[in-house]
T-cell receptor
Framework: ELKVEQNPLFLSMQEGKNYTIYCNYS?????LYWYRQDPGKSLESLFV?????AVKQEGRLMASLDTKARLSTLHITAAVHDLSATYFC???????????FGEGTQLTVNP | DSGVTQTPKHLITATGQRVTLRCSPR?????VYWYQQSLDQGLQFLIQ???????AKGNILERFSAQQFPDLHSELNLSSLELGDSALYFC?????????????FGPGTRLTVL
């Protein structure tokens, strides 16, 4: 059974600081997704990573994928309050169907 | 706004009852997915339909069923409801079922079983 683990599960950081969220998964896959969820809201797609070594950046967020280590990272640069949300990674091992999600990382950026 | 719509937004019902959740995918999307989000189980994949046909099944209970209609909208039917079925139910859609497709999530239906 595929397991997807994120850490940390809770992250409180100061504005302007950098930090990394880690996503480990247990089965070979070269498709990994990052989503953002605001409280009481739906999931918003952030990144789709489709191959080993893939790196994508959008604003203060950068995601990378190492399929050999079964690890993805979401790096936050110079955090701002607007980044406060829960971030999920999800892995797809069945050709574009089911996603298996991590537990989510609840990020709070303090002014 | 992802372009995926779900109705109703909130649903409160009693144990033993049956409810139907509705989802309209983004225009042109052929795949519809259903997910359940609860505090104790997290986000779990339930079922996928592609162009009217069931494509993949996840942790969906036998009391739950779904279908996708010719106009591509989908319904998730939950019957003999239990307290533990209280959760946020998301529908997502993608253009195809190819692995590179991003899934776009609807706003969700919050189900409360009393």
């Amino acid at each position: 059974e595929l397991k997807v683990e994120q850490n940390p599960l809770f992250l409180s950081m100061q504005e302007g600081k950098n930090y990394t969220i880690y996503c480990n998964y247990s089965t070979t896959s070269d498709r990994l997704y990052w989503y953002r969820q605001d409280p009481g809201k739906s999931l918003e797609s952030l990144f789709v990573l489709l191959s080993n070594g893939a790196v994508k950046q959008e604003g203060r967020l950068m995601a990378s994928l190492d399929t050999k280590a079964r690890l993805s990272t979401l790096h936050i640069t110079a955090a701002v309050h607007d980044l406060s949300a829960t971030y999920f990674c999800a892995v797809d091992v069945t050709s574009g169907s089911r996603l298996t999600f991590g537990e989510g990382t609840q990020l709070t950026v303090n002014p | 706004d992802s372009g995926v719509t779900q109705t109703p937004k909130h649903l409160i019902t009693a144990t033993g009852q049956r409810v139907t959740l509705r989802c309209s995918p983004r225009s042109g999307d052929l795949s519809v997915y259903w997910y359940q989000q609860s505090l104790d189980q997290g986000l779990q994949f339930l079922i996928q339909y592609y162009n009217g046909e069931e494509r993949a099944k996840g942790n969906i209970l036998e009391r739950f069923s779904a279908q996708q209609f010719p106009d591509l909208h989908s319904e998730l039917n939950l019957s003999s409801l239990e307290l533990g079925d209280s959760a946020l139910y998301f529908c997502a859609s993608s253009a195809t079922s190819w692995e590179s497709d991003t899934q776009y999530f609807g706003p969700g239906t919050r189900l409360t079983v009393l």
